[in-house]
């Protein structure tokens, strides 16, 4: 069942801008990850935030973490053409994940 | 850095075929995954192995079965391949607690 669901689903920005994307999950989690796919590639994984974290941080990424909410957020900071992707929340416990459907951001040069 | 290798990129076979798909992983992984991705249904859990020769069924194991015979591979089986299972699957794999690799995927047609 999909436990994510990313906010909007398409996103498109200049080259430079920031991109916000949101992520709303429905239980109790312990952690939520952010995964990045490029067009025709697999999955690769982001950053992960613990349950008991607000924000993390990572390169140009920054990730917020709202329990009471059921929410978090994923901001690219100063965004590059090689930016250009799909964008996946992942919810779980311990090995089995679920993602959302995710988003998908157009830098334009 | 990680390496999941999946055999084929793209695939086509015919309705009623048997079908194999392989996933190999050198990182001594003791979980892998096999996911189906669809548009707008993002990705879905067809079935997962946490061990060799342990296997558990994700959300949607209808129509699939999984073989684990080693711990670096993971094989996924279609039994009687139906024009519905067309779609991107994607293997991955996990150390314990810890975030999951993926292949690059393999686009199956069933025609």
């Known amino acids: 069942s999909q436990q994510g669901e990313e906010d909007p689903q398409a996103l498109s920005i200049q080259e430079g801008e920031n991109a916000t994307m949101n992520c709303s999950y429905k239980?109790?989690?312990?952690?939520l990850q952010w995964y990045r796919q490029n067009s025709g590639r697999g999955l690769v994984h982001l950053i992960l935030?613990?349950?008991?974290?607000r924000e993390k941080h990572s390169g140009r990424l920054r990730v917020t973490l709202d329990t009471s909410k059921k929410s978090s957020s994923l901001l690219i900071t100063a965004s590059r053409a090689a930016d250009t992707a799909s964008y996946f929340c992942?919810?779980?416990?311990?090995?089995?994940?679920?993602f959302g459907a995710g988003t998908t951001v157009t830098v334009r040069a | 850095d990680v390496k999941v290798t999946q055999s084929s990129r793209y695939l086509v076979k015919r309705t009623g075929e048997k079908v194999f798909l392989e996933c190999v992983q050198d990182?001594?992984?003791?979980?892998m995954f096999w996911y189906r991705q669809d548009p707008g249904l993002g990705l879905r859990l067809i079935y997962f192995?946490?061990?060799?020769?342990?296997?558990e069924k994700g959300d949607i194991p209808e129509g699939y079965s999984v073989s684990r015979e080693k711990k670096e591979r993971f094989s996924l089986i279609l039994e009687s391949a139906s024009t519905n299972q067309t779609s991107m699957y994607l293997c991955?794999?996990?150390?314990?607690?810890?975030?999951?690799?993926f292949g690059d995927g393999t686009r199956l047609s069933i025609l």
């Open positions: 991955a794999s996990s150390g314990l607690n810890q975030p999951q690799h």
């Open positions: 239980t109790s989690i312990n952690n």
């Open positions: 935030i613990r349950s008991n974290e």
């Open positions: 992942a919810t779980g416990i311990s090995y089995k994940l679920s």
């Open positions: 990182m001594d992984h003791e979980n």
């Open positions: 192995s946490y061990d060799v020769k342990m296997k």
